[in-house]
């Protein structure tokens, strides 16, 4: 989120902060999909964060069926999707490792429909039309980032 952030000319710590705050009710709600971000957003909501993070992180789960509006709301709702399918990418990789994968490597699974039939990728294609970036900027952008943080993401 940082370094989409700065691509983007936006608050790099306010984005990292919701980037790093997002799945914080994930042990509580991850068995009740539909509680999944409101529990965050309502454990937050005496925190000294704006509505706008706030609102990031609840809608940042599709299943409540929130659009989002803001850069903010945007990004995190694309950067999400994108790292979880990097995740499925790096997984499969022999090493297991982060270092190994490319934005090609990304790119030639992503057209691969039953590759990570999780991912949402109808979430992922609304990331140029959301933020005016291509599918494939968004792989670099967020492999760099991960790759930067390989070995506190264990990956």
Same mark, same amino acid.
């Given at each position: 989120?940082?370094?989409?952030?700065?691509?983007?000319?936006?608050? +790099? +710590?306010?984005?990292?902060?919701?980037?790093?705050?997002?799945?914080?009710?994930?042990?509580?709600?991850?068995?009740?999909?539909?509680?999944?971000?409101?529990?965050?957003?309502?454990?937050? !909501?005496?925190?000294?964060?704006?509505?706008?993070?706030?609102?990031?992180?609840? %809608?940042?789960?599709?299943?409540?069926?929130?659009?989002?509006?803001?850069?903010?709301?945007?990004?995190?709702?694309? @950067?999400?999707?994108?790292?979880?399918?990097?995740?499925?990418?790096?997984?499969?990789?022999?090493?297991?490792?982060? !270092?190994?994968?490319?934005?090609?490597? %990304?790119?030639?699974?992503?057209?691969?429909?039953?590759?990570?039939?999780?991912?949402?990728?109808?979430? %992922?294609?609304?990331?140029?039309?959301?933020?005016? %970036?291509?599918? +494939?900027?968004?792989?670099?952008? @967020?492999?760099?980032?991960?790759?930067?943080?390989?070995?506190?993401?264990?990956?």
């Amino acid at each position: 989120m940082k370094v989409l952030a700065r691509k983007l000319n936006q608050d +790099e +710590e306010q984005w990292g902060l919701v980037g790093l705050l997002h799945d914080l009710d994930w042990d509580y709600t991850k068995t009740e999909p539909t509680k999944h971000a409101v529990m965050s957003a309502e454990m937050l !909501k005496n925190e000294d964060l704006t509505d706008e993070m706030r609102s990031a992180i609840k %809608i940042h789960n599709y299943v409540l069926g929130l659009e989002p509006q803001t850069p903010l709301e945007k990004a995190l709702y694309s @950067c999400e999707a994108m790292t979880g399918f990097i995740v499925a990418v790096t997984l499969v990789q022999p090493s297991k490792k982060l !270092k190994d994968v490319t934005a090609d490597s %990304i790119m030639r699974k992503y057209k691969e429909k039953s590759f990570g039939a999780g991912a949402k990728r109808e979430i %992922i294609n609304k990331v140029q039309e959301y933020l005016g %970036i291509s599918v +494939e900027e968004l792989a670099k952008i @967020c492999l760099e980032a991960m790759q930067g943080i390989s070995d506190q993401l264990g990956l």
